[in-house]
């Protein structure tokens, strides 16, 4: 019983001290992560440079650490566009049924179909590069994952007695969907959440990785692990380090997911 | 692939030979590996495998950075179109890359009038296109009509290597004589340039999408295309008969290899990689921070100068902020060329001290002009107008002092190159805004100086005219010119047949550009190529593109 909270534990911290990061770069790094010092180019890691510098002479940890806002405001741009969408769409399908639930859910079938990397990559192309159409492709591709969660927990919640009594005492349509039937069926929806916010990352550095996210010089997460590859077999750090750091947010954000998820349940 | 050096009765009957002298050879290899000239030897020490003399056979697996694109000769400079034209195609002449003398190729001997209107080349007996069509004086007319004239018709664009032309006359079927409007100098080096490869009558005739397909160009080189995965591979195989090298060609006959594999492989690291691990044996575009990594392996870095337009900054005179010569000067005045060479490459790129190159022909030294000093670029900023804004970047009329650029695909870490020009420019209260390469809204934004304030690019080609190929509005036009002066100035010197003249007119073409601020040098862009040991005998044009005629491969770890 203690061990899964210890791992929480460290979830938990994880993900608040990016979300610090995020709020007060300054706090973390006195460097500037856009202008180097063309003389202290490509240094491993050391008590000045925690994670070394790039090849323009830029303090590696500083553009993580800054480059945590674009990250993080984009998953959740991402998540929040997901959610919302997703889970109208499932209260829509499941609490009316009939034809409009097949229609609804053959729309989701369609999307489901359809590689989440590669619907993002087209929603991209439409709207053109930048960070928040980046986070708006990563938030299209997860519309339909929340659908069919939110749909299976309406359809659940629709069918039980209190629902059925809230009806039968003359509740209005929207009023009992709103009152009842949404905050009964939404816990499923939020553990995916917080697993959607990790994956979000994860698509959203995909996506800088490729080369459609923040212009250079921003320091973005997926850009600067793409401009590190080239140094692999010289500078193991420029690549390894803001992966690492990736990796463990979105791991972080898994575990929280899943913890919820079982407190829900 | 077959075992060719293994049981080949030439290396093992040569081997005693290549032992006694493995240390001269080893030096020899050294030299003939840098230079091109002929067949070089190498020695490697630990077993005794000292490879002295060429062998046939055998296939080389050369990686190249970028997939070709139009094959059409004259619009064919892009290096990975090089790689493969200059092995499927011969020219009229030969530069030579160490002395840049025009020598004798498919042409054995030629005329020049006193001003340079009127050539006539005597050409070799004998010659065929690997279609079995003869080289005759008819297809050398019909080949140069095209790229001197251009075909309207079949949407064939002029050769920026040839100005002035007129027309041809076919005197006997092995003497063409070429007739120009007005005094051409340029052209005796044109007919030597990768552009000016000669194609059988039947790929000229074709229209130019025909023209720009590899498959249609049918040339008289030592090697003919096998086979070609768009976008993935070329494969060429040796043409057997092949026998007119140029006369001063250490090596004669046919190529050394029986095929050259040419594997399209983008990633950089991939490509360096697999050279080390002798899944290659050639490599195009070893980036400096590479360069380490595979001289460390006991591989051979070739970096190759240009000879051309340096790689730099060009600005846009009709960009809307870039109009005012002052803060062009401005701009050139502050970025540091020295700190980005420092920064980001290798002893192989020197930094630029005017528009051309120093092995540039007419280069004028204008490093004093060119200093930098970011003093004086705040002053000219200040007297333009522009004051700084609480975000630090410059203002004028509520307008911000940016400027944008798209990062060069072709150009060596462009993207850093721009990020550390981007940092210069901030503290003197510019932003350059760096556009990733998207190459749809690249094709579009690019001619457009709104947009695209700034051009990041360079040109090479071993002769006086490369500054006009560069500036022209009517050649690549890459600062998109409204300057009739400099317009006038390079037809100038492209009319101009008198050497010293013309290196006086490049000069002052150079100053011009450097005193308009048109032009931020940067440095002296090489192309760099990394190559496998066992690899002996690879030659380069003057301006770096590879001839793999003379190579061939010695028997390996």
């Known amino acids: ?265 | 692939m077959p075992p060719f050096t293994k049981g080949s009765p030439m290396s093992r009957s040569r081997l005693r030979f290549a032992a006694a002298s493995a240390a001269t050879l080893a030096v020899a290899g050294l030299l003939g590996a840098c230079g091109g000239t002929g067949p070089a030897a190498d020695s490697s020490t630990g077993k005794a495998k000292a490879a002295g003399q060429p062998v046939y056979g055998g296939t080389l697996t050369y990686l190249e950075h970028q997939p070709p694109t139009c094959l059409y000769l004259p619009a064919a400079g892009f290096y990975p179109n090089g790689g493969i034209l200059n092995q499927i195609t011969d020219k009229l002449t030969w530069q030579n890359p160490e002395t840049l003398k025009i020598e004798p190729w498919i042409a054995t001997k030629w005329e020049i009038d006193k001003d340079a209107t009127e050539y006539t080349f005597h050409l070799r007996d004998g010659v065929t296109f690997s279609d079995g069509t003869p080289l005759d004086a008819e297809a050398v007319a019909a080949n140069f009509d095209v790229y001197g004239l251009g075909d309207e018709k079949l949407k064939l664009p002029v050769a920026e290597f040839v100005n002035n032309y007129e027309r041809s006359e076919v005197v006997d079927p092995l003497t063409v004589r070429f007739h120009f409007t007005k005094p051409s100098p340029g052209f005796l080096q044109g007919t030597s340039v990768i552009g000016a490869g000669l194609v059988s009558k039947k790929t000229i005739a074709l229209p130019y999408e025909e023209q720009c397909r590899l498959r249609n160009i049918v040339g008289s080189g030592p090697f003919t295309v096998k086979n070609q995965v768009v976008d993935k591979e070329v494969d060429l195989a040796v043409r057997k008969d092949y026998d007119w090298a140029p006369p001063s060609s250490g090596h004669q006959g046919r190529a050394y290899l029986d095929e050259i594999k040419i594997i399209v492989t983008p990633e950089d690291n991939v490509r360096v990689g697999a050279l080390v691990s002798g899944q290659a044996d050639f490599v195009r575009y070893v980036q400096a921070y590479d360069e380490a990594t595979v001289k460390n392996a006991g591989f051979t870095v070739y970096a190759e100068p240009t000879r051309g337009v340096n790689n730099g900054l060009y600005l846009r005179p009709g960009n809307s902020i870039l109009k005012d010569r002052g803060v062009r000067k401005a701009l050139q005045a502050g970025t540091n060329a020295k700190e980005i060479v420092e920064t980001l490459f290798t002893s192989g790129y020197p930094v630029a001290t005017s528009v051309l190159s120093r092995l540039a022909q007419g280069y004028t030294d204008l490093s004093k002009e060119l200093a930098y000093d970011p003093d004086r670029a705040a002053t000219l900023l200040d007297e333009a107008g522009w004051t700084r804004g609480p975000d630090g970047v410059r203002e004028k009329d509520g307008r911000k002092l940016r400027l944008g650029v798209f990062v060069a695909g072709p150009q060596p870490l462009s993207k850093q190159t721009l990020e550390l020009v981007g940092q210069q420019w901030a503290r003197i209260g510019v932003k350059l805004e760096i556009r990733p390469a998207d190459a749809g809204t690249q094709a579009v934004d690019i001619k457009d100086a709104e947009k695209t304030a700034v051009a990041h690019s360079m040109v090479g080609r071993a002769d006086q005219d490369v500054i006009k190929s560069h500036f022209h509005s009517q050649n690549r036009d890459v600062i998109l010119s409204d300057d009739e002066k400099l317009d006038r100035l390079l037809e100038e010197e492209s009319a101009e047949p008198d050497v010293t003249e013309r290196n006086a007119k490049v000069a002052e073409i150079q100053r011009y550009v450097v005193d308009q601020g048109y032009a931020i040098p940067l440095f002296e862009e090489p192309q760099v190529y990394g190559g496998a040991p066992y690899v002996h005998g690879v030659a380069f044009e003057a301006v770096a593109r590879p001839s793999f005629y003379s190579v061939w491969k010695s028997e390996r770890e």
Do not use: C
């Not at chain 1, 674009?70 to 566009?81: P, W």
């Not at chain 1, 590689?115 to 053109?128: D, F, Q, R």
């Not at chain 1, 401009?227 to 954000?253: D, F, I, K, M, Q």
């Open chain 1, 1 to 265: 019983m203690n061990r899964p909270k210890t791992g929480l534990l460290v979830a938990s911290l994880v993900l608040a001290v990016v979300a610090l990061w995020a709020l007060a770069p300054g706090l973390f790094t006195a460097h500037d992560p856009i202008a180097g010092v063309p003389a202290e180019k490509l240094q491993a890691p050391s008590a000045r440079h925690l994670f070394g510098t790039d090849a323009v002479g830029r303090d590696l940890f500083a553009r993580v650490v800054h480059g945590s806002v674009h990250s993080l405001s984009g998953a959740f741009v991402a998540v929040a566009v997901g959610l919302l969408l997703g889970t109208l769409l499932g209260l829509l399908a499941g609490s009316a049924g009939g034809p409009v639930d097949d229609a609804v859910m053959r729309f989701v079938d369609v999307l489901l179909s359809v590689p989440g990397l590669l619907l993002a990559l087209t929603v991209i192309i439409l709207l053109g590069p930048g960070t928040v159409n980046v986070a708006i492709a990563v938030g299209t591709g997860s519309v339909a994952a929340f659908a069919r969660l939110a749909r299976s927990e309406v359809v659940r919640v629709r069918r039980t007695d209190y629902v059925e009594a809230a009806f039968g005492s003359g509740g209005r349509y929207p009023v009992v969907l709103w009152r009842h039937v949404l905050p009964n069926s939404l816990g499923p929806v939020i553990a995916l959440t917080a697993l959607q916010f990790g994956m979000a990352i994860l698509a959203i550095s995909t996506l800088g990785f490729l080369g459609y996210g923040a212009e250079p010089p921003t320091p973005e997460w997926g850009l600067l692990i793409a401009e590190g590859r080239n140094y692999l077999a010289t500078s193991w750090w420029l690549t390894t380090l803001p992966g690492a750091v990736v990796v463990a947010v979105v791991l972080a954000a898994g575990r929280i997911s899943r913890s919820i998820g079982r407190s829900t349940a």
